[in-house]
Antibody, heavy 118, light 111 residues
Framework: QEQLQESGPGLVKPSGTLSLTCAVSGGSVSRDFFWSWVRQSPGKGLEWIGEVIHSGSINYNPSLKSRVTLSVDKSKNYISLNLSSVTAADTAVYFC???????????WGQGTLVTVSS | QSALTQPPSASGSPGQSVTISCTGTSSDVGGYDFVSWYQQHSGKAPKLIISEVNKRPSGVPDRFSGSKSGNTASLTVSGLQAEDEADYYCSSHGGSNNPFVFGTGTKVTVL
């Protein structure tokens, strides 16, 4: 079973860009999985950000679409998330996860906390 | 798209059953048999415990069961155990523009 590990800066300045990567071990990002990002603001619920598949097909949460970019790096076997023009409202734990189909998120990384503050 | 509605909390004594509801609309819960449930212990990542309304992934105890009627899905935890104390989130497919719509979450306390 694939293992996922998120990484990236824990602190981002307002109006900047949040950039995270999710390393995949025990498998390949080239499998026909849907690789998703989900976030959870402190003490709050889960919010789906978007998903990408190795072929390049991407879906974004309509509420974040204008600020989000997802990509797959096959050579490094990871997926990445860029979220631009961040504000304090983007402070959250960011999880990567994958779906083998049927709109379920089969397995998740441990998550990484990103704080937006000056 | 709005989050699915769950009760903020639920509780039960060890050995009892607790049922959590997840209410959406005909555009999500009512429109697809793609309702999932996730268990999240404090400080941990969510874990898939039910998919496609009532299917349990390998390794998930059969104490966990799911169902759906109309625009409302439900998760029942039977024979409550101390380790079932966690937050539970439902999720539904919400159409091509929103593959995943999450619920507001329910904190289950084992008394």
């Amino acid at each position: 079973q694939e293992q996922l590990q998120e990484s990236g800066p824990g602190l981002v300045k307002p109006s900047g860009t949040l950039s995270l990567t999710c390393a995949v071990s025990g498998g390949s990002v080239s499998r026909d999985f849907f690789w998703s990002w989900v976030r959870q603001s402190p003490g709050k619920g889960l919010e789906w950000i978007g998903e990408v598949i190795h072929s390049g097909s991407i879906n974004y949460n309509p509420s974040l679409k204008s600020r989000v970019t997802l990509s797959v790096d096959k050579s490094k076997n990871y997926i990445s998330l860029n979220l631009s023009s961040v504000t304090a409202a983007d402070t959250a734990v960011y999880f990567c996860a994958y779906s083998t189909g049927w709109y379920r998120l089969d397995s998740w990384g441990q998550g990484t906390l990103v704080t937006v503050s000056s | 798209q709005s989050a699915l509605t769950q009760p903020p909390s639920a509780s039960g004594s060890p050995g009892q059953s607790v049922t959590i509801s997840c209410t959406g609309t005909s555009s999500d819960v009512g429109g697809y048999d793609f309702v999932s449930w996730y268990q999240q212990h404090s400080g941990k990542a969510p874990k898939l415990i039910i998919s496609e309304v009532n299917k349990r992934p390998s390794g998930v105890p059969d104490r966990f069961s799911g169902s759906k009627s109309g625009n409302t899905a439900s998760l029942t935890v039977s024979g409550l155990q101390a380790e079932d104390e966690a937050d539970y989130y439902c999720s539904s497919h919400g159409g091509s523009n929103n593959p995943f719509v999450f619920g507001t979450g329910t904190k289950v306390t084992v008394l």
